[in-house]
């Protein structure tokens, strides 16, 4: 089965930062990969899909990259309703669907 | 509006049986398979398995097979998660989410499971 790998587990930004979380993949999974946010007390909350693609209503601040084995979330200019955690998730024939170890966004 | 409304919070000690429930509405519900995820206090996601709208397929993670049950009763648009026989180490928010391909694309608001002696 295919290993995620998602980094850091925490990290600490002020308002208006560039804040980027990746996810690396064991093999090749193209553009298998999507992107949740969840705030706290909350669900998660599909930001992105297939790797780049931004859901119907999710702010342009928030961007995905890559395919193959190494991803990228980006979010451009961070808010105060962006301090939750962030999870990876990728789908494979077993355990079908898997999710990161999920990255904190702290107020610095 | 994409809508899953899950069943409120539930307390119960161990040994005993639950069944939580998941209804959908905003959408076609034969449509799409349901999935469920826990999250145990301080943790992060796990995928538990998932039903297909017409309640004839369900897949488990191995992790959680043989402790958990699915179903669905499509005639009120509702997925349902049971446990037989429920441990402390149960105790976890339960998420159920729409399927839509390889993710989820809309979540319950979570359904938090207590079990205590």
């Known amino acids: 089965d295919i290993q995620m790998t998602q980094s850091p587990s925490s990290l600490s930004a002020s308002l208006g930062d560039r804040v980027t979380i990746t996810c690396q993949a064991s093999?090749?999974?193209?553009?298998?990969l999507h992107w949740y946010q969840q705030r706290p007390g909350k669900a998660p909350k599909l930001l992105i899909y297939d790797a780049s693609i931004l859901q119907t209503g999710v702010p342009v601040r928030f961007s995905g990259s890559g395919s193959g084995t190494d991803f990228t979330f980006t979010i451009s200019s961070l808010q105060p309703e962006d301090f939750a955690t962030y999870y990876c998730?990728?789908?494979?024939?077993?355990?079908?669907?898997?999710f990161g170890q999920g990255t904190k966004v702290e107020i610095k | 509006e994409v809508q899953l409304v899950q069943s409120g919070a539930e307390v119960k000690k161990p040994g005993e049986s639950l069944r939580i429930s998941c209804q959908s509405s905003g959408y076609k519900f034969p449509d799409y398979q349901i999935g469920w995820v826990r999250q145990m206090p301080g943790n992060g996601l796990e995928w538990m398995g998932r039903?297909?709208?017409?309640?004839?397929?369900?897949n488990y993670n191995p992790s959680f097979q043989g402790h958990v049950t699915f179903s669905v009763d499509k005639s009120i648009s509702t997925a349902y998660l049971h446990w037989g026989s429920l441990k402390a180490s149960d105790t976890a928010i339960y998420y159920c989410?729409?399927?839509?391909?390889?993710?989820?694309?809309?979540w319950g608001q979570g359904t938090l499971v207590t079990v205590s002696s």
């Open positions: 989410a729409r399927i839509k391909g390889v993710h989820f694309d809309s």
């Open positions: 093999h090749d999974i193209s553009i298998n």
């Open positions: 039903i297909n709208p017409s309640g004839s397929y369900t």
């Open positions: 998730q990728h789908y494979d024939n077993f355990p079908m669907y898997s």
